[in-house]
């Protein structure tokens, strides 16, 4: 098909009235990776022509987080190119160019009818049971001269499609393959408004023709909108893109995913602590496989091995424990430097002050909490021992390490610390060894108490890297303080 053979351009047409939910934000992912698996053109486009529902602070949020995610669109706004505008709303008159076209050529027409009388219709549809409801094309045999001297006399329209009433309506989805409507089962549907903006379906074939378009990855719930479509590219004489509708994201219990079963936008889990990293990997794992069985991959990774043919269409759950994981493996492989500016910035929210930290220090912090880090907040949370004295001792930790016998062996280990000339990890752990030989016990049992009395809590990373960076003086000092609080 010649549309294959065309430079790819792809598009992401986000309506902003709302949040960037996560199943928008996987259709970006995949209009983005296959623009740059084909080395084609990733575009956003805003289609904002639903003046009641436009939301300022959302279209701001949308790119924000689109950013954040690292879906830099090639263009859109701030981008500007050829294709542009990029808004709807600054396209009116491309629009109104075009309509024109369909009227004259009998495709569309004026259509008179108020919101009363529509209402009425629908109430006796209803009422007499019959199985198609709809417009019942009342205004179709208006004239056109008729129509524009209404107009002119200062009649309010819109302009439908003339939907034809017989025969079908097909095309291929490259992921669900070949679909089918009824004509019949078509709505005549509107195409400019009353206030003389388009519908999101004039809109979006208009644009997708005019800006190049040559697939159209979007939601399965945009399915019932395609051969509206279909038949306006038709009614144009202009090809259609390749399409291809992506699986619902359901929730993990089953039903649609939303705010009411937990996070569910993009915003959502950048606030829980997630890397965009993970969420770019997660979602794109949702109804796509890279042909083996990886899961935690690189946006390159991803991309040199995406094709559209490995969409599955069938509905995929959102698991969120799934997810929590792969944000602890891409903490694993997460670049260090931005771990500790992370780090930095968590402890300046939770009041910690690591002023005194030298940044090799943060960052030794940075590597002996990475691999018990789920989340980037995380790293604060674990880490406030390495900055202050513990002001309080794990409960269950006191019953277990603190018991008879327990003030003596943090004793015999405190000395051991004070013997330490250079306090390094090598050090340390020689002089836990060679304690345990004089006292011909377990390492397991010399550690639990001092670890307890120097972080406050009974698990973390090894003792020995942990007291190298507390700090020779401070160990001694906070084991010294803490053994009255323990047994003898
Ligand atoms: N504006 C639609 C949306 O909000 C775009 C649908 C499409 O991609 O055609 O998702």
Redesign the pocket.
Known sequence: MSTNQKPVRV?????P?GYLHVG?AR?AIYNYFFAKAMGGTFYL?I?DTDRKRYNEEALHDLMRDLKWLGLQWDEGPGAEKDCGPYFQSERLDIYHREIQKLLDSGDAYYCFCTEERLQQVRAEQEKSGVSVTGYDRHCRHISREEAEARIAAGENAVIRLKVPEQGITEFEDKIRGHIEYKNELLDDLVLIKRDGFPT?HFA?VVD?HFMGTTH????D??IS?TPK?MLLYKAFGWEPPVWCHLPVILAAGGGKLSKRKGAASVGDFRDLGYLPETLVNFLALLGWNPGDDREVMSVKEMIDCFTLERINPKAVAFDEKKLQWMNGQHIQICDNQFLVSVLKETLHAEGIDYSNSSEDRLLEIVKLLKPRAKFLQDFAQMSSYFFKAPETFDEKGQRKHWAEGSREIASAVCQAMKAIDEFTTPNIEEAFNDLAVSRNCKLGELVGAVRLAVSGVTAGPGLWELFEVVGKEEVINRIEKALPLMQE
Do not use: K, N
């Not at 598009?11 to 309506?15: E, L, N």
């Not at 159209?216 to 939601?219: A, E, N, Q, T, Y």
């Open positions: 598009r992401f047409a986000p309506s009235t928008g259709t486009r289609e999101y979006s997708d159209v990855l979007r939601g719930e945009w909108s479509h």
